[in-house]
């Protein structure tokens, strides 16, 4: 009953902390903005050209396509050969999850096929580690592109980000009483996870086996007969990315010149605000508007102005995507099988794919 009740209350954590945190984000956003600023704002929102944001959430749904063919290859060379279909709505259904509860969705998506295709959790699972590791490569490639192309001004918009992060009102006694307790929980579950390992064979051979299916789903794409394919889809959804991201400054007057050294930086911000809180709420508008208003406050003599349009560019651009994840999260819901039903060819699903 005790372990019971100690799961719910982490899950609940798990749900409520970075949710809270992201709307404590939103309300900071929003009540910095004075009078001016917030009319600014709101003019910003309603005069923007959305064919532009249509544009952009169309390049998204793609990417989502792009990533859900891409799985197949570091699922075959593990002998399995699920449906696109069921790959597609799997993903977007644990994307969905993952607006909720961050990283949860990574969970969701074994599961899912799993219930689809028998595909077991573990190895499933490796595959979505595998590309976890390939996404930050991804990353780290852009993030050096932006460092050649202009270094100076990654570091000034770094600068901003840290001067003017909203103080979170806890007492330094306070945090300190709270990292303890984080590392006595860390220290204990590694206590017990010991404990399980030397007194229990059974739980040590479950945990061996969980570790190795892990293992083989990360290093399938070494056993994949088609390995420059998943690099060069794998490069395509993250140009899409940047795409999406980019085109969206061509819906204000004010932003559709805008350098591309500045895309880039506003996407690596983005992307932290994107691990920081649930779905980004309140973090991506937030960093992508200090990047909007650094580049762009030059052209006005009011500050609110640049203010008002970065902030308006940051929020539609989140707003945007979001819309757009819980959408195909809902009809992926609504259309992926509920009881699993045996092919009778498996090379039928590979052929489908």
């Known amino acids: 009953m005790a372990k019971s009740t100690n799961k719910k209350i982490i899950s609940i954590i798990k749900v409520v902390f970075p949710l809270a945190i992201g709307l404590y984000l939103t ?4 009540n910095a903005m004075d009078e001016p600023t917030k009319d600014i704002f709101f003019k910003a ?13 169309f390049m998204g749904f793609v990417s989502h396509l792009i990533r859900a063919y891409r799985w197949k290859f570091l699922l075959e060379p593990l002998g399995y050969f699920p449906k696109f279909w069921h790959r597609y709505h799997a993903m977007m259904v644990g994307y969905l999850v993952n607006l909720l509860i961050p990283r949860a969705g990574e969970v969701t998506r074994p599961a899912l096929l799993y219930q689809t295709d028998r595909i077991p959790f573990s190895k499933s699972f490796g595959t979505i580690i595998a590309e976890r590791m390939f996404d930050l490569v991804m990353l780290g490639v852009v993030v050096l592109i932006t ?3 202009s270094f100076d001004d990654l570091i000034a918009v770094k600068d901003i980000i840290v001067a003017g ?3 979170d009102g806890v007492e ?10 984080i590392i006595s929980v860390v220290a204990g579950g590694i206590l017990l996870f010991a404990i399980l390992w030397v007194k229990i064979e059974k739980f040590r051979t479950k945990i061996t086996e969980f570790v190795k299916d ?3 789903g990360v290093l399938g794409i070494l056993k994949s007969k088609k390995p420059f394919q998943f690099i060069f889809h794998t490069v395509l959804i993250w140009a899409m990315y940047v795409f999406f991201f980019g085109v969206c400054f061509k819906a204000f007057e004010q932003t559709e010149n805008f350098p591309v050294n500045g895309v880039l930086i506003g996407f690596i911000a ?11 709420i309140g973090a991506y508008p937030y960093l992508v508007g200090i990047v909007v208003i650094y580049f762009i406050g030059d052209q006005f003599e009011v500050k609110e102005q640049a203010e008002g349009i970065g902030k308006a560019l940051g929020m539609i651009i989140w707003l945007s995507q979001t819309i757009l994840m819980i959408l195909l999260g809902l009809i992926s819901l609504a259309l992926l099988p509920r009881n699993y039903k045996k092919e009778s060819d498996d090379k039928v699903g ?3 794919a």
């Open 270 to 280: 983005g992307s932290l605000g994107l691990m920081f809180t649930s779905g980004g």
């Open 214 to 216: 892990v293992m083989n």
């Open 172 to 181: 330094p006694e306070s945090k300190q009483w709270i990292l303890n307790l």
């Open 147 to 149: 460092v050649v192309l």
């Open 27 to 30: 309300w900071h956003f929003y």
């Open 165 to 167: 992060a909203p103080e």
């Open 45 to 57: 929102i309603k005069e923007a050209n959305y064919f532009w944001i249509i544009l952009s959430m």
């Open 350 to 352: 590979a052929n489908q």
